[in-house]
T-cell receptor
Framework: TQLLEQSPQFLSIQEGENLTVYCNSSSVFSSLQWYRQEPGEGPVLLVT?????EVKKLKRLTFQFGDARKDSSLHITAAQPGDTGLYLC????????????FGKGTKLTVNP | GAGVSQSPSNKVTEKGKDVELRCDPI?????LYWYRQSLGQGLEFLIY????????KSGLPSDRFSAERTGGSVSTLTIQRTQQEDSAVYLCASSFRGSSAFFGQGTRLTVV
């Protein structure tokens, strides 16, 4: 069974700080996705990374897929209170033939 | 509709009663997932449907839980003889094969 480990589990920072969240596995994934979930809502897709070494930027968020396609990171620059939420990574093991594997999530709180 | 729709959005039930939760996935999506989420926690996988394949029921916590997907579209999650520990938000997601998952808003179940 493929697993995705996310770290840290909880993160509380001040507005303006930078942070990095990690998603690691011993298994290879054909693609990896990041979601953000705000209280009372379902998770919303932020980005999908497909190619090993790929870097994608979404405003202040930078996503990287490891060269070996086993891990990923999410870096937030100058965090804002609106970034508060649960960040989930999910991996697609075999290009659509198996179910997505979700990590347990990182709960981020950005204090004003 | 354009997104995943779940109903009801909230459900309060008495211990021992049966409940049915409904999920309308995005049209054309072949994969459908059910997850359970306790307050502030990550996603707990329950069941996965993919096309006409046998569902992956490996996450169902007990035989009180069952789910079906009719005609490859709408899905119903049934919890029999509800217990207080069943109280949680139940999230449904759909995707085209293993690609990015789109989540509904969830059903908040409270067993009293």
């Amino acid at each position: 069974t493929q697993l995705l480990e996310q770290s840290p589990q909880f993160l509380s920072i001040q507005e303006g700080e930078n942070l990095t969240v990690y998603c690691n596995s011993s298994s290879v994934f054909s693609s990896l996705q990041w979601y953000r979930q705000e209280p009372g809502e379902g998770p919303v897709l932020l980005v999908t990374v497909v190619t090993g070494g790929e870097v994608k930027k979404l405003k202040r968020l930078t996503f990287q897929f490891g060269d070996a396609r086993k891990d990923s990171s999410l870096h937030i620059t100058a965090a804002q209170p609106g970034d508060t939420g649960l960040y989930l990574c999910a991996g697609d093991p075999r290009g659509g033939s198996e179910k997505l594997v979700f990590g347990k999530g990182t709960k981020l709180t950005v204090n004003p | 509709g354009a997104g995943v729709s779940q109903s009801p959005s909230n459900k309060v039930t008495e211990k021992g009663k049966d409940v049915e939760l409904r999920c309308d996935p995005i049209s054309g999506h072949t994969a459908l997932y059910w997850y359970r989420q306790s307050l502030g926690q990550g996603l707990e996988f329950l069941i996965y449907f993919q096309g006409n394949s046998a569902p992956d029921k490996s996450g169902l916590p007990s035989d009180r839980f069952s789910a079906e997907r009719t005609g490859g579209s709408v899905s119903t999650l049934t919890i029999q003889r509800t217990q207080q520990e069943d109280s949680a938000v139940y999230l449904c997601a759909s995707s085209f094969r293993g690609s990015s998952a789109f989540f509904g808003q969830g059903t908040r179940l409270t067993v009293v």
